[in-house]
């Protein structure tokens, strides 16, 4: 594919699919129903669920450190916060442009170079996906039942389990072919894989390893509370299921990289989440509306606030 169709592809179908998601969750509660929701909400809930999420971010940019300090590199924190939040309002506008954004910054007033700066980042990834994969499994744990009886009505037995035998063996098979094959895109795949694997081990090679683990259990613990704190602002969702909490939450990250900062998804995820709980979708609905509204308002606060306050930060340590 030609390089400037693909990336004019890149950015217009997020927000097309965002445009798309919009109207549709728009169709299931009207805009003046959602303003009630909104007018009615409890804005001390969601006060304070932004407070989790703002301590979430600060968590990161101070793990950050963590990272850049066994190389050599002493960040300044707030040149790390600076960046970190200045990534998140570029995502908003470029698909997964933020976390280039924010190795450049440190690039850019710390002298980190970009290489290595974009490394700790994926290392950082990499953790956060672990993290992600275990509330996914600690989630089918505890709603095993729940989720084994759900897909039970909706799919064919036999047929699920004939699929995920030959879905297992392709697997296998393919697992098979990258390992043993000789071609370019099974050693690009083994190259990656061995990158993966090498950035988890570098996590247990620093020096602050425990802290960094300790700053991301914290970072994902005050996601899942902000996610749950929220719904005590939104009346119709109370008392709610843990299980709904935690499907909803993973359904709610996920619909992030969907679409650019998770516009018109967020909400559908939630409510795609809470209706397999009964939930009614009025709101469900607000809530995910209510919930993306509040994170991205403190996105664009702090990371418009950062752009602006970068050089003036840093214009002291650049005079002779």
């Not at 879905?167 to 993966?196: C, D, E, H, P, Q």
Request: glycine residues 6%.
């Amino acid at each position: 594919m030609n390089p400037k169709i693909s990336k004019i592809l890149k950015i217009s179908l997020p927000i097309l699919l965002g445009v798309f998601l919009i109207a549709y969750s728009l169709s299931k509660v009207s805009i003046s129903e959602l303003l009630v929701y909104f007018k009615n909400a409890n804005y001390w809930w969601i006060l304070l669920g932004a407070i989790l999420g703002l301590l979430s971010h600060l968590s990161r940019a101070y793990r950050w450190l963590f990272m850049l300090e066994p190389m050599g590199y002493h960040v300044k924190l707030p040149n790390s916060v600076m960046a970190v939040f200045a990534a998140y309002l570029i995502n908003y506008t470029l698909p997964r442009a933020g976390e280039v954004a924010r190795v450049s910054v440190i690039t850019t007033y710390e002298g980190v170079p970009f290489d290595k700066g974009f490394g700790t980042v994926v290392a950082e990834r990499i953790a956060d996906l672990i993290v992600m994969f275990s509330i996914i499994l600690v989630t089918l744990f505890l709603q095993f039942d729940f989720i084994f009886n759900f897909f039970l009505s909706k799919f064919n037995l036999p047929k699920v389990i004939m699929a995920m035998v030959v879905l297992s063996v392709l697997g296998l098979a393919f697992l098979i072919y990258i390992r043993k094959s000789n071609s370019v895109l099974a050693i690009k795949i083994r190259t990656f894989v061995l990158g993966l694997i090498e950035g988890v081990l570098s996590i247990f090679k620093m020096k602050k390893k425990w802290m960094f683990i300790v700053h991301t259990l914290f970072i994902w613990t005050m996601y899942v509370l902000m996610f749950y704190i929220t719904t005590f602002a939104i009346e119709g969702l109370q008392p709610i299921a843990l299980g709904a909490i935690l499907v909803g939450f993973i359904s709610a990250s996920f619909s992030i990289a969907a679409t650019n900062g998770g516009i018109g998804s967020y909400p559908v995820a939630v409510y795609a989440a809470f209706s397999l709980f009964g939930i009614a979708q009025g709101p469900s609905i607000a809530f995910g509306w209510i919930m993306w509204s509040s994170q991205t308002l403190l996105i664009i606060i702090c990371g418009g606030l950062s752009l602006l306050f970068l050089p003036v930060f840093n214009r002291k340590f650049n005079i002779k």
